[in-house]
């Protein structure tokens, strides 16, 4: 939503006010104090409901909503003592709870343009999940919670784990990739390095908002036990793995209710069946009733109050909502705040740790970014062979591109392609962060003729690369919220682009910044490909490491790249029939009252990514779980362990002589009476060795991950029957195989 890109601080002006009787309060209102509940060693529980006890009707209400957003509802007063986030909620001083900070931190701390400060980007969620590193995912959410604390924030925003259901989503680089184990697991890691701040920790979109074409109005479709086993699988992972603080609820409608106030999503499968113990807040401007959203299970409103506020406080007084279903939603928050130690540790600001934060962003993107080509060794670079490098695309001299919308972080000194001063983030406009591949590159050979060129001109480009030892070509498509891909091509002609500096040059190395899969028409054409992903503030630094072998390469890809659109499950992205919501002020009325519905049908169901091209059959670019590494490694010795959580053992040889690490993949196949897609990730490991050495590691397999979602009994069922192991370097090179009768 445009009207987002507005701070909080600038946009105080409607005096549309809500009498809270709550008193004008600082920001972060003095925790602790010598209340019972300051006693660290009861339980979170316990603390929480000592509070709820001591609380007025209007205090309960204050914690269950926002101060407001211009654009997404009215303001409060209150909304002075934001720190300048998405969100803010008041704390009660004379309890001694805090206020709430929310700020947005997918990929790092939003919005320090416009509050004069500081944050690391770090590369795009997609790429973290490349690493399938979930000790990398943890200091991933390690640092962002650092920099949230440090800058004022006690909750972050982030935390995006929506499958790739449609590669064309806008928001494809804030999420996970198409497998729910992989993505659950990683967004498992990130939470708990977040938490371990003392910083509330979230996960998002709940659920099954995969496109951003009519995001507030489309109902999506899709059956139970598809649901389960896919897109909420990767929730119940992540939630169940990490104690996360809170679950933000998506915009959309699923199954003919909207997502904030769809009982079967959150009472049912979020809080009774997967035993949830923090609170559901809306998305911004998610929230579209009281009653029934309440009876529902979702706890909070955001940005602010136009249910949760007079209008709840008039039904409890009625007593068409229970005073003891608040009393839940308030104990739920003050849980979460208790658990995480955003009360027992409050905020205190310091300064951000800029050179730590680039280190930790160099380090994730080397694990990060994928090698998807490299014919007969092209790479690693010889820095002492290489004499002249023709440095190609658009502006490849001054920076690398970054994923926009609410996830947006700002880059220093402003979008480094515009003049110094005049780059502030806007909208729905690409932001470039300083981080420049040029100059990576001519620090790697100091005594190298490395010239560069647009790409302006396609044939200007060529001409430079035919006279070059090395042509690399630097080739983006952008991604953001608010708007999906018009298609997986790369834009602006650069297909065209890459053809004819490949045609050039028979040294042609692609390096892609990308927020998930572009399609490649000129794939046989190039010796090497690098997928970058939106590579973070020391991108360039990091990509250099790769190219001349500094760092050996060890990523996979978290989805699938098909070969064209026309393969997808939904080779067309359903659009809603027309504009649904004008760009007005009071747009947001109208999408709180609801807008009229259309409809998306997953009725691929549960073949998501993989699974579908499987059961399809149909020849994928690069397949899920597929990377290069600049050695090579061969799998023996598979044993597979029957029991509860099956034992998997398996030797990995690095074959070649340099150090590298192995990411080893385990799928099983169900019994044919599972009707299942051919096979499903479940467990995954990563191997580090030297030259020559070899391995022998073993995995425990969920038991879950191996079961179907029975509708019938609401439960997950392992059928009995025989499971065949596939174990390998990608979903398609999978050379253990072993079959076990499970019962
Ligand atoms: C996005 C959320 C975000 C929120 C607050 C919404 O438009 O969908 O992901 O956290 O805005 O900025």
Same mark, same amino acid.
């Given at each position: 939503?445009?009207?987002?890109?507005?701070?909080?601080?600038?946009?105080?002006?409607?005096?549309?006010?809500?009498?809270?009787?709550?008193?004008?309060?600082?920001?972060?209102?003095?925790?602790?104090?010598?209340?019972?509940?300051?006693?660290?060693?009861?339980?979170?529980?316990?603390?929480?409901?000592?509070?709820?006890?001591?609380?007025?009707?209007?205090?309960?209400?204050?914690?269950?909503? #926002?101060?407001?957003?211009? @654009?997404?509802?009215?303001?409060?007063?209150?909304?002075?003592?934001?720190?300048?986030?998405?969100?803010?909620?008041?704390?009660?001083?004379?309890?001694?709870?805090?206020?709430?900070?929310?700020?947005?931190?997918?990929?790092?701390?939003?919005?320090?343009?416009?509050?004069?400060?500081?944050?690391?980007?770090?590369?795009?969620?997609?790429?973290?999940?490349?690493?399938?590193?979930?000790?990398?995912?943890?200091?991933?959410?390690? =640092?962002? #919670?650092?920099?949230?604390?440090?800058?004022?924030?006690?909750?972050?925003?982030?935390? @995006?784990?929506?499958?790739?259901?449609?590669?064309?989503?806008?928001?494809?680089?804030?999420?996970?990739?198409?497998?729910?184990?992989?993505?659950?697991?990683?967004?498992?890691?990130?939470?708990?390095?977040?938490?371990?701040?003392?910083?509330?920790?979230?996960?998002?979109?709940?659920?099954?908002?995969?496109?951003?074409?009519?995001?507030?109005?489309?109902?999506?479709?899709?059956?139970?036990?598809?649901?389960? %086993?896919?897109?909420?699988?990767?929730?119940?992972?992540?939630?169940?793995?990490?104690?996360?603080?809170?679950?933000?609820?998506?915009?959309?409608?699923?199954?003919?209710?909207?997502?904030?106030?769809?009982?079967?999503?959150?009472?049912?499968?979020?809080?009774?069946?997967?035993?949830?113990?923090?609170?559901?807040? $809306?998305? &911004?401007?998610?929230?579209?009733?009281?009653?029934?959203?309440?009876?529902?299970?979702?706890?909070?409103? %955001?940005?602010?109050?136009?249910?949760?506020?007079?209008?709840?406080?008039?039904?409890?007084?009625?007593?068409?909502?229970?005073?003891?279903?608040?009393?839940?939603?308030?104990?739920?928050?003050?849980?979460?705040?208790?658990?995480?130690?955003?009360?027992?540790?409050?905020?205190?600001?310091?300064?951000?740790?800029?050179?730590?934060?680039?280190?930790?962003?160099?380090?994730?993107?080397?694990?990060?970014?994928?090698?998807?080509?490299?014919?007969?060794?092209?790479?690693?670079? /010889?820095? $002492?062979?290489?004499?002249?490098?023709?440095?190609? @695309?658009?502006?490849?001299?001054?920076?690398?591109? !970054?994923?926009?919308?609410?996830?947006?972080?700002?880059? +220093?000194?402003?979008?480094?392609?515009?003049?110094?001063?005049?780059?502030?983030?806007?909208? =729905?406009?690409?932001? &470039?962060?300083?981080?420049? +591949?040029?100059?990576?590159?001519?620090?790697?050979?100091?005594?190298?003729?490395?010239?560069?060129? !647009?790409?302006?001109?396609? *044939?200007?480009?060529?001409?430079?690369?035919?006279?070059?030892?090395?042509?690399?070509?630097?080739?983006?498509?952008?991604?953001? %919220?608010?708007? /999906?891909?018009?298609?997986?091509?790369?834009?602006?002609?650069?297909?065209?682009?890459?053809?004819?500096?490949?045609?050039?040059?028979?040294?042609?190395?692609?390096?892609?910044?990308?927020?998930?899969?572009?399609?490649?028409? &000129?794939?046989?054409?190039?010796? @090497?490909?690098?997928?970058? &992903?939106?590579?973070?503030?020391?991108?360039?630094?990091?990509?250099?490491?790769?190219?001349? *072998?500094?760092?050996?390469? !060890?990523?996979?890809? +978290?989805?699938?790249?098909?070969?064209?659109?026309?393969?997808?499950?939904?080779?067309?992205?359903?659009?809603?029939?027309?504009?649904?919501?004008?760009?007005?002020?009071?747009?947001?009325?109208?999408?709180?009252?609801?807008?009229?519905?259309?409809?998306?049908?997953?009725?691929?169901?549960?073949?998501?990514?993989?699974?579908?091209?499987?059961?399809?059959?149909?020849?994928?670019?690069?397949?899920?779980?597929?990377?290069?590494?600049?050695?090579?490694?061969?799998?023996?010795?598979?044993?597979?362990?029957? #029991?509860?959580?099956?034992?998997?053992?398996?030797?990995?040889?690095?074959?070649?002589?340099?150090?590298?690490?192995?990411?080893?993949?385990?799928?099983?196949?169900?019994?044919?009476?599972?009707?299942?897609?051919?096979?499903?990730?479940?467990?995954?490991?990563?191997?580090?060795?030297?030259?020559? %050495?070899?391995?022998?590691?073993?995995?425990?397999? /969920?038991?879950?991950?191996?079961?179907?979602?029975?509708?019938?009994?609401?439960?997950?069922?392992?059928?009995?029957?025989?499971?065949?192991?596939?174990?390998?370097?990608?979903?398609?090179?999978? +050379?253990?195989?072993?079959?076990?009768?499970?019962?």
């Amino acid at each position: 939503m445009p009207l987002q890109a507005l701070s909080l601080r600038s946009s105080i002006s409607t005096l549309t006010v809500m009498i809270l009787s709550v008193a004008l309060l600082p920001s972060m209102a003095q925790s602790g104090g010598n209340h019972p509940w300051m006693n660290s060693s009861l339980s979170p529980d316990e603390r929480a409901a000592m509070v709820v006890k001591e609380m007025t009707l209007d205090e309960k209400i204050s914690l269950l909503h #926002g101060t407001g957003m211009e @654009g997404l509802s009215p303001m409060s007063p209150l909304a002075i003592h934001s720190n300048g986030g998405a969100g803010y909620v008041v704390g009660i001083p004379r309890l001694g709870i805090p206020g709430i900070q929310m700020s947005d931190a997918a990929y790092g701390v939003r919005n320090s343009g416009d509050n004069g400060r500081y944050s690391t980007a770090l590369p795009s969620d997609i790429a973290s999940a490349a690493s399938w590193d979930t000790e990398a995912a943890y200091q991933y959410g390690a =640092l962002i #919670g650092r920099e949230l604390r440090a800058q004022g924030y006690n909750m972050s925003l982030g935390g @995006g784990i929506n499958l790739t259901r449609e590669p064309r989503n806008g928001r494809t680089f804030e999420y996970l990739g198409e497998d729910p184990v992989l993505a659950g697991k990683m967004v498992a890691s990130v939470v708990k390095g977040l938490q371990a701040q003392h910083v509330l920790g979230d996960i998002k979109h709940y659920a099954l908002n995969d496109q951003e074409s009519g995001r507030n109005a489309v109902n999506v479709n899709i059956d139970k036990r598809s649901a389960r %086993e896919s897109d909420l699988l990767a929730f119940e992972i992540g939630v169940q793995e990490s104690d996360v603080a809170g679950v933000m609820c998506s915009y959309n409608r699923v199954n003919g209710d909207y997502a904030c106030e769809n009982k079967y999503l959150l009472n049912e499968v979020l809080k009774k069946d997967w035993n949830f113990k923090g609170f559901v807040l $809306t998305d &911004w401007g998610g929230a579209h009733s009281v009653e029934k959203a309440s009876a529902a299970g979702l706890d909070h409103e %955001e940005p602010g109050w136009i249910f949760y506020g007079e209008e709840l406080k008039k039904a409890v007084e009625s007593g068409k909502v229970p005073a003891a279903e608040v009393d839940q939603h308030v104990h739920r928050i003050l849980r979460a705040m208790f658990a995480t130690g955003v009360i027992d540790d409050p905020v205190r600001r310091s300064v951000v740790d800029v050179v730590g934060g680039f280190e930790v962003a160099r380090k994730i993107e080397e694990q990060s970014a994928v090698l998807l080509k490299n014919d007969g060794g092209q790479l690693p670079l /010889d820095a $002492t062979k290489v004499h002249t490098i023709a440095v190609i @695309g658009p502006h490849a001299d001054v920076g690398m591109i !970054s994923g926009g919308g609410s996830a947006q972080v700002d880059p +220093p000194g402003g979008n480094a392609i515009m003049p110094p001063g005049q780059g502030q983030t806007r909208w =729905l406009e690409p932001n &470039w962060f300083p981080t420049s +591949p040029l100059k990576s590159i001519r620090a790697k050979v100091p005594g190298a003729n490395v010239q560069f060129d !647009s790409g302006a001109d396609a *044939g200007a480009a060529a001409s430079l690369a035919k006279a070059a030892d090395v042509a690399i070509v630097f080739a983006y498509q952008w991604e953001s %919220e608010g708007m /999906d891909l018009p298609s997986l091509s790369l834009p602006e002609h650069q297909d065209d682009l890459i053809a004819k500096v490949a045609a050039a040059n028979p040294h042609t190395i692609v390096v892609i910044e990308s927020g998930g899969p572009v399609t490649m028409p &000129w794939v046989d054409q190039v010796s @090497g490909i690098l997928e970058a &992903w939106f590579a973070g503030s020391s991108g360039s630094d990091a990509v250099a490491n790769i190219l001349f *072998g500094d760092v050996n390469p !060890s990523a996979k890809l +978290p989805v699938t790249f098909p070969k064209s659109e026309a393969d997808l499950p939904h080779p067309t992205l359903v659009k809603p029939p027309k504009v649904t919501v004008d760009a007005d002020r009071e747009g947001w009325k109208r999408i709180a009252a609801g807008l009229p519905a259309f409809q998306v049908t997953y009725d691929e169901g549960v073949k998501v990514g993989y699974k579908w091209y499987d059961a399809e059959k149909k020849p994928v670019l690069f397949p899920f779980g597929y990377g290069l590494s600049y050695t090579t490694y061969s799998y023996s010795g598979l044993k597979v362990t029957p #029991g509860k959580n099956p034992q998997v053992s398996f030797t990995v040889t690095n074959t070649g002589n340099r150090a590298g690490a192995e990411i080893a993949e385990v799928y099983a196949s169900l019994p044919a009476a599972a009707a299942e897609p051919p096979k499903r990730l479940v467990a995954f490991t990563k191997v580090k060795l030297n030259g020559g %050495e070899s391995k022998e590691v073993t995995v425990a397999v /969920d038991q879950k991950f191996l079961s179907i979602f029975n509708v019938e009994k609401d439960g997950w069922q392992l059928l009995p029957g025989e499971y065949t192991f596939l174990v390998g370097g990608s979903s398609q090179s999978l +050379p253990l195989k072993e079959s076990v009768d499970l019962k």
